[in-house]
């Protein structure tokens, strides 16, 4: 998701040894801290409706189990 950016980034530093320093590239770290922001919230989403899933499966197992 991120890795144009990321990419970008690299190239930044490669182009500007000494200016990376002084906030040659600060643009690109910021957008790609937001694009990491966005990435590892569709994560943890994705997570938590597995774990959800996957509560409500065991609850049932249990159900099942206990009769």
Known sequence: MCA???EQF???HI???VGKFFGECTDLKIKLDR???QEKALKRKANFEQSKKM???LD???KENAL
């Open 15 to 17: 182009d500007h040894p």
């Open 55 to 57: 509560k409500e499966r």
């Open 60 to 62: 049932a197992l249990r």
């Open 10 to 12: 690299q190239k930044c």
């Open 4 to 6: 144009e950016i990321i």
């Open 35 to 37: 694009c990491f922001r």
